[in-house]
């Protein structure tokens, strides 16, 4: 059955939830993601029970637990900060929710030993938070609430500022917890983690979730303004359709001509193309069903692995590519250039952006 919300709303100061609608099935990996601000991490303890709904119910496995407290839920909670106790080891910090519930000293002992040697923390069982890492303090907080069995766990920016390494291990230890059959509620402000890890997910913005579904049909098909530029659709305009040629619409972008695959039932739409779906190029190379612009390079910057491209072609477009293809296509900035996409790079987007 799973987790629902239905018509959640929290007023908290000024800031307020709107009537959240969202489902998330046993053994699922969902992720909310959104900007800072957005309301994520109140929606999760609102879900976990720390402050009540002003309207609407909270169903788990088929029961309203809109007002059962928060210890008796059974959620898992692993809040952004790990909120470790200080004066704790390792093994006590494991040991206390299992405490709390009322265990004897020998099961507690016999489950602490498992969660132990599960997540890969047997060696740091007698260390104290404070000669942990930022990552070990992490997998601490997880041990802590796997210990005690929860089939729901909700994770609040787990991830955040850990080092590259430290990163994957845990994203890893995350798959690992997903495949034994958790159900994951992931908090997230970041589009990379959100993607790699989530199976569906919701988009939400000041309070209001935009967009719900299979993590890829979301990054594929955004539907308003706000979620296109939110998971990095640079390349966003307002566009009229002059003609239809077979399943190719035309496409007048401020005197600019562009093609895109399918009908576009309204005289006027804001389009859309992904920086990764540009290719940028010194030489003319006009290819069947891609759309082909000369411009001028106006800028290049430089991100390490990869180079950011703008290109004035009568619009500004931009585009990604990978140092190695950049260097090796010798470009600079002030050059002539060609940008290339094909038809069914460009993505019509009907609604409008939230306000």
Same mark, same amino acid.
């Given at each position: 059955?799973?987790?629902?919300?239905?018509?959640?709303?929290?007023?908290?100061?000024?800031?307020?939830?709107?009537?959240? =609608?969202?489902?998330?099935?046993?053994?699922?990996?969902?992720?909310?993601?959104?900007?800072?601000?957005?309301?994520?991490?109140?929606?999760?303890?609102?879900?976990?029970?720390?402050?009540?709904?002003?309207?609407?119910?909270?169903?788990? /496995?088929?029961?309203?637990?809109?007002?059962?407290?928060?210890?008796?839920?059974?959620?898992?909670?692993?809040?952004?900060?790990?909120?470790?106790?200080?004066?704790?080891?390792?093994?006590?910090?494991?040991?206390?929710?299992?405490?709390?519930?009322?265990?004897?000293?020998?099961?507690?002992?016999?489950?602490?030993?498992?969660?132990?040697?599960?997540?890969?923390?047997?060696?740091?069982?007698?260390?104290?938070?404070?000669?942990?890492?930022?990552?070990?303090?992490?997998?601490?907080?997880?041990?802590?609430?796997?210990?005690?069995?929860?089939?729901?766990?909700?994770? /609040? !920016?787990?991830?955040?500022?850990?080092?590259?390494?430290?990163?994957?291990?845990?994203?890893?230890?995350?798959?690992?917890?997903?495949?034994?059959?958790?159900?994951?509620?992931?908090?997230?402000? /970041?589009?990379?983690?959100?993607?790699?890890?989530?199976?569906?997910?919701?988009? #939400?913005?000041?309070?209001?979730?935009?967009?719900?579904?299979?993590?890829?049909?979301?990054?594929?098909?955004?539907?308003?303004?706000?979620?296109?530029?939110?998971?990095?659709? !640079? =390349?966003?305009?307002?566009?009229?359709?002059?003609?239809?040629?077979?399943?190719?619409?035309?496409?007048? #972008?401020?005197?600019?001509?562009?093609?895109?695959?399918?009908?576009?039932?309204?005289?006027?739409?804001?389009?859309?193309?992904?920086?990764?779906? #540009?290719?940028?190029?010194?030489?003319?190379?006009? =290819?069947?069903?891609?759309?082909?612009?000369?411009?001028?390079?106006?800028?290049?910057?430089?991100?390490?692995?990869?180079?950011?491209?703008?290109? /004035?072609?009568?619009?500004?477009?931009?585009?990604?590519?990978?140092?190695?293809?950049?260097?090796?296509?010798?470009?600079?900035?002030?050059?002539?250039?060609?940008?290339?996409?094909?038809?069914?790079?460009?993505?019509?987007?009907?609604?409008?952006?939230?306000?």
């Amino acid at each position: 059955m799973g987790l629902k919300l239905a018509e959640i709303s929290k007023t908290w100061g000024k800031f307020q939830l709107k009537a959240i =609608n969202m489902s998330v099935e046993n053994g699922e990996y969902f992720v909310i993601l959104g900007p800072t601000g957005a309301g994520k991490t109140l929606l999760l303890e609102t879900i976990m029970g720390f402050y009540k709904p002003d309207q609407g119910k909270i169903i788990l /496995d088929g029961e309203n637990i809109t007002d059962v407290p928060p210890e008796k839920r059974k959620i898992g909670y692993v809040p952004q900060k790990c909120a470790l106790f200080p004066h704790m080891t390792v093994r006590q910090n494991i040991e206390f929710g299992l405490k709390m519930q009322g265990k004897e000293k020998t099961e507690r002992d016999k489950i602490a030993t498992e969660t132990l040697d599960l997540t890969g923390l047997k060696s740091l069982e007698n260390r104290h938070p404070a000669d942990l890492s930022g990552g070990e303090k992490q997998k601490v907080a997880l041990a802590r609430v796997l210990a005690f069995q929860p089939k729901t766990i909700l994770l /609040d !920016e787990p991830l955040t500022a850990l080092d590259p390494e430290t990163n994957k291990a845990l994203k890893n230890e995350l798959r690992r917890i997903h495949k034994e059959g958790k159900t994951l509620i992931h908090v997230t402000h /970041d589009q990379l983690e959100g993607f790699s890890l989530g199976d569906n997910m919701a988009i #939400i913005k000041s309070g209001e979730i935009v967009q719900t579904g299979k993590a890829k049909e979301i990054y594929a098909n955004p539907l308003n303004e706000f979620v296109a530029r939110f998971l990095g659709y !640079e =390349n966003i305009f307002n566009a009229q359709t002059t003609a239809t040629e077979g399943v190719v619409s035309v496409m007048n #972008i401020a005197g600019v001509t562009l093609r895109m695959s399918g009908p576009v039932n309204n005289l006027e739409s804001t389009i859309t193309v992904r920086p990764e779906d #540009i290719t940028v190029l010194p030489y003319p190379a006009n =290819n069947a069903d891609t759309n082909f612009l000369k411009g001028k390079i106006t800028e290049c910057i430089d991100h390490g692995p990869i180079v950011a491209i703008t290109v /004035d072609a009568g619009i500004c477009l931009k585009a990604v590519m990978t140092k190695s293809v950049f260097l090796e296509k010798n470009l600079e900035t002030g050059q002539d250039a060609w940008v290339t996409f094909k038809y069914t790079s460009v993505r019509a987007i009907i609604h409008p952006a939230p306000t």
